[in-house]
């Protein structure tokens, strides 16, 4: 008897990821693109009708709040790349998740060598706690900070051992933004600019030294593997889950 396949869904299939993750799902022989659906709710019905098993999500913020909890409570797993979810919503997401049976993951990134990067960072900040990151991204990325650079201010912190990170006084900005955002102490840096898909540096300083650590997606294709582990993989992992990393068994 033959494999049996897993039958996805893509919302926002006629996005610039949208269409890559579409590719991606019909390349692989144990998948089955059966629907590919819009941000609008009414046309979620036809998942269940035809018994999708794994949503992809990569519509926005505000459209995957609402196709979440949808999917969740119709039993579909749902594995989302839409950026910029507010954390009221997926504290939502997380006290619902015992009452379904569609499990999440929410990845900043997909990317195997971001998650990579991301990891790298956190053991770094264990020996040189001050650090700074710069994304870079292209011009239609509407959310800044990235989605990443927030999740790898978080595990810098959370790297950090007793040694906390230097705290110059306050700088005097001669315009407004120049030391960019901040995530507690980690400063972050946005840039939007046409030519770029996903970048991002992590920049350590310690006397005398410099670690820099860079992560470049210079086509969408470096996020497909990340999805299609997702869509192989949610089945296993019940609830909600945040970061490709627990995933990888990092």
């Known amino acids: 008897m033959g494999q049996q396949l897993i039958k996805v869904a893509v919302l926002g299939a006629n996005g610039r990821m949208g269409r890559e993750v579409c590719a991606a799902v019909q390349a692989e022989p144990d998948l089955e693109l059966t629907e590919?659906?819009?941000?609008?709710?009414?046309?979620?019905?036809?998942?269940?009708?035809?018994e999708v098993q794994v949503a992809v999500d990569f519509t926005n913020a505000e459209g995957a709040s609402e196709n979440i909890p949808w999917c969740m409570k119709n039993g579909i797993h749902v594995v989302v790349g839409a950026s910029g979810i507010p954390p009221s919503v997926i504290g939502e997401i997380r006290e619902l998740a015992p009452r379904c049976e569609g499990n999440v993951l929410i990845a900043p990134n997909f990317a195997i060598g971001a998650v990579l990067a991301m990891k790298f960072a956190e053991m770094a900040a264990a020996w040189m706690p001050d650090a700074e990151i710069i994304e870079l991204h292209h011009s239609g990325k509407m959310d800044s900070p990235s989605g990443t650079a927030l999740q790898t201010a978080d595990v810098i912190l959370k790297g950090r051992r007793s040694a906390p990170a230097e705290r110059p006084g306050i700088p005097k900005e001669n315009i407004p933004g120049a030391r960019g955002s901040s995530r507690e102490d980690v400063h972050i840096h946005s840039v939007r600019l046409p030519g770029l898909v996903?970048?991002?540096?992590?920049?350590?300083?310690?006397?005398?030294?410099?670690?820099?650590i860079r992560h470049d997606s210079i086509d969408r294709?470096?996020?497909?593997?990340?999805v299609i582990l997702g869509i192989r993989e949610i089945a296993k992992h019940p609830g909600l889950t945040v970061g490709l990393e627990h995933y990888l068994g990092l």
């Open 221 to 226: 294709k470096s996020f497909m593997p990340g």
């Open 36 to 50: 590919e659906v819009d941000v609008d709710l009414s046309s979620l019905q036809a998942m269940v009708e035809n």
């Open 198 to 212: 996903a970048h991002q540096e992590v920049l350590f300083g310690g006397p005398g030294q410099l670690l820099t």
